[in-house]
């Protein structure tokens, strides 16, 4: 009994120094792949999606895809339509009106984020 006991101990230690031996020999995860499926979008693709059917908008930097979100916000549709296709982070932050969106509407657009909206190079 105890001789059963003292080998699967030692085999017991044997596979976690195994375990540990192996994660030092394998190559670290690469992060960068992560980071490279972030998608970035420019003016030139913002234009591309610029109808109420197809309506994407750059918003505080990030580029959002409100197609389906359009027919669900609650002004008049020629309030919002408008900034399909464009930059619209002043039209965001104040409703056109000089009043924000709530803290709720944000937790709505991030919904439909995305990527990055990048400034297009002179
Ligand atoms: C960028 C152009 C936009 C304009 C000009 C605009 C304008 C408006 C207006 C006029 C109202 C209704 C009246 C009011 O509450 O004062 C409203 C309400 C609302 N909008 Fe927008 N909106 C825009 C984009 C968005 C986007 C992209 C979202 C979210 C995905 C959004 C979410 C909401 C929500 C949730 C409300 C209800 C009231 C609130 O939470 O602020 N809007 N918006």
Do not use: Q
């Not at 992560?34 to 994407?56: M, Q």
């Not at 965001?92 to 984020?113: E, I, Q, S």
Request: charged share 20%; hydrophobic share 40%.
């Amino acid at each position: 009994m105890r001789r059963l006991y003292l080998s699967s101990t030692i085999a017991f230690w044997l596979l976690v120094t195994a375990f540990w031996a192996a994660s030092l020999w394998l190559p670290p995860a690469d992060d960068s792949l992560v980071v490279a499926a972030e998608k970035s979008y420019s003016t030139a693709d913002l234009a591309r999606h610029a109808t109420p059917a197809d309506c994407w908008m750059a918003i505080r930097g990030n580029v959002y895809d409100l197609s389906t979100y359009l027919p669900e916000h609650p002004s008049r549709p020629e309030m919002v339509e408008p900034w399909c296709g464009k930059e619209a982070t002043e039209a965001y932050n104040t409703k056109t009106k000089g009043r924000p969106h709530t803290p709720y509407a944000d937790t709505v657009l991030v919904k439909y984020r995305i990527g990055k909206f990048v400034i297009d190079k002179p």
